[in-house]
Nanobody, 125 residues
Framework: QVQLVESGGGLVQAGGSLRLSCAASGRIFSWYTMGWFRQAPGKEREFVAAISSSGVTTDYAASVKGRFTISRDNAKSTVYLQMNSLKPEDTAVYYC??????????????????WGQGTQVTVSS
């Protein structure tokens, strides 16, 4: 059974930083693309970042590019999202996702097979 467990969310002031972690189990972690989506109150869920199985390929939403960094440690079966220069509009529930394959970094929900329960990130102004 696949499990994705996020941690690291919380309350931070604008301009601050947080690092989200997602520990995965149940499949061979190093075979699959990993990513992060988020959903703000009253808004659709949106893509944030993704990383290929090897870590060579990454992609980011335009709104976070240059501020967020996705990385992974295949030995620890963990993916990270380093978030810097946070803005109030980054406030959302952040979801860790695991892909259906390992080469492409998909931008759409349908490309991901498993989802975590989410962790709340709140950025105060």
């Amino acid at each position: 059974q696949v499990q994705l467990v996020e941690s690291g969310g919380g309350l931070v002031q604008a301009g601050g930083s947080l690092r989200l972690s997602c520990a995965a189990s149940g499949r061979i972690f190093s075979w699959y693309t990993m990513g992060w989506f988020r959903q703000a109150p009253g808004k659709e869920r949106e893509f944030v970042a993704a990383i290929s199985s090897s870590g060579v390929t990454t992609d980011y939403a335009a709104s976070v590019k240059g501020r967020f960094t996705i990385s992974r440690d295949n030995a620890k079966s963990t993916v990270y999202l380093q978030m810097n220069s946070l803005k109030p509009e980054d406030t959302a529930v952040y979801y860790c996702v695991q892909g259906k394959q390992g080469l492409r970094v998909g931008l759409t929900e349908g490309e991901y097979a498993y989802w975590g329960q989410g962790t709340q990130v709140t950025v105060s102004s």
